[in-house]
Structures are given as structure tokens and as C-alpha cells.
């Protein structure tokens, strides 16, 4: 197993925070945590601790400022507390760098919403019907 529970549950709500579910879906149910774990066990194994590390400061950084892991607090508090970690404004005892952690979280994320589905994110290629892209062969 690539992640614990927590790590697991604090990944599934930074997904979804980047892309949140609306008429399509979030970032994790579109198939996130099965892209990046595809991602950590082949071309990016070198990135799982950096990955681990960096979820264990997530949750550290949550506890901090609202005594509450990461998957616990409000959506809002988890913009503002990822807007703080972009702007390098931490105030846990981050294990890895929070800024190229924070920028990394979100290129995987975005990359797997938007990657063809045979990499194991954009499950049912919805977020190419959600932009209007069509498949070829497809019709709508």
C-alpha cells in the first residue's frame, strides 16, 4: 500500500479541492488517487516519499492552524490553507519543501484530470466532455 488511511483521506481532500465535484466530477472521484498511485509505482517511484512527506505536513500544517487533520476542516478553511502554503506562509515543521510540494500536488492533480483515461485518471474521459473535446470515433 502506497499511502495509509490518513495520507489517503488528506490526498482524496486535496483533489478535491483542487477540482471540486460540480455538474462533473471532483478531481478524486474522476480518478486522481488512481493516476498519481499509477504515476508513484512506475515512472515517479523516486517521488512517494516527497508524497508521503508531504501529506504528513499537510495534515501537521491543518492541525496547526485549525486543530484538524486536512480531510477534517471546511472547504474554506482548506483554500486558505492551501492558498498560505503557495505563498510559503507555513507554520508547521514541514518534512519537504512546502512551495515545489504544493506546485507538484497541483501539476498531478490537473494532469490527471486531464490525461487520456488509459493512465488511470479522467475515468469515463469526463472532463474532455466536460470541455467539449471529442474523441475520436465518439459521437455526441
Known amino acids: 500500500m502506497l499511502f495509509t488511511p490518513v495520507q489517503e483521506r488528506a490526498l482524496a481532500a486535496l483533489c478535491d479541492c ?15 488517487g488512481d493516476y498519481i498511485t499509477r504515476l508513484l509505482d512506475t515512472d515517479c517511484t523516486y517521488l512517494q516519499d516527497t508524497y508521503r512527506l508531504g ?10 492552524q485549525y486543530a484538524k487533520v486536512f480531510s477534517e476542516i471546511t472547504g474554506e478553511e482548506r483554500i486558505a490553507l ?3 502554503i503557495e505563498e510559503g506562509e507555513v507554520v508547521a515543521n514541514w518534512l519537504v519543501s512546502p512551495q515545489p510540494t504544493f506546485n ?9 484530470y486531464y490525461s487520456d483515461s488509459g493512465n488511470g485518471g ?4 469526463r472532463s474532455w466532455e466536460m470541455i467539449g ?8
Do not use: C, R
Open 18 to 32: 483542487l477540482i471540486p465535484p460540480d455538474d462533473f466530477p471532483g478531481a478524486w472521484q474522476a480518478g486522481a
Open 55 to 64: 501529506l504528513e505536513s499537510l495534515d501537521a500544517e491543518a492541525t496547526a
Open 82 to 84: 492551501l492558498t498560505h
Open 104 to 112: 507538484m500536488w497541483v501539476h498531478h492533480v490537473a494532469e490527471s
Open 122 to 125: 479522467n475515468h469515463g474521459n
Open 133 to 140: 473535446y471529442e474523441i475520436q470515433g465518439e459521437q455526441k
